[in-house]
């Protein structure tokens, strides 16, 4: 596993988060979708944790450099599928997804990122 | 890591294989996905194996079989994002396939979805 895939859904760019994420794969995912952004055009990005039982501080950070730099390509970030326990952990660890939007599925992320437009 | 994540997109369903599989995680995947199939009326399953640098008879067979599953449950089945080498491997494996239709990538594969119905 040396690569997160990263698939496009008209403009959009879909990531599922699966496995644990370390410092190399968190920097290929960051250069991966950004290249993928400008290549692709797309207008925005949902990043899927459904699979994720714990968020720890790096993947906190991870996600939100990663819409940082979206958002300064003009992509929009949407964090869908966050089990309960995670967002419980997040406000107990003070970490505050800053800049990135959550929606509860991939459907509704998706209309969040049309309304957005 | 012990189940892979199913999401939701209109009446699809989409699965990306990112680790490799083994028997618990492919019966797990394939209970999870017949009762996703069910509960979400879904009219078709896009398994997106991008990630996968190598596909041997147990996930050819494991793809063959949910496909199977699917179809009895009256959900088609894409497989998207192959990639050259896999291609190149299930050939010289013998591997068919059989009832598995194949898109380039999940846009692809919708617009297959989307006709065949």
């Known amino acids: 596993m040396d ?7 008209g403009d959009l760019l879909l990531v599922t988060i699966q496995v ?3 410092d190399r794969l968190a920097m290929t995912l960051q250069d991966d979708l950004t290249a993928r952004i400008v290549k692709d055009r797309a207008t925005g ?3 899927d944790i ?3 039982d714990i968020v ?3 993947i906190g950070r ?4 990663t ?3 979206a958002r300064v390509l003009d992509a929009k970030t949407v964090v869908v599928g966050m089990q309960p326990a995670v967002a419980i952990t997040l406000v107990e660890l003070g970490l505050k997804l800053e ?3 959550t929606a509860l599925n991939v459907e509704r992320g998706v209309q969040l990122l049309r309304q957005a437009e």
């Open 62 to 65: 991870m996600i939100s450099n």
């Open 20 to 22: 644990d994420m370390h």
């Open 99 to 101: 800049g990135v939007r």
């Open 45 to 47: 990005v949902l990043i």
């Open 3 to 9: 690569r997160i895939p990263i698939l496009k859904m």
């Open 56 to 58: 720890d501080s790096f």
């Open 50 to 52: 459904s699979a994720l």
């Open 67 to 69: 819409a940082a730099m």
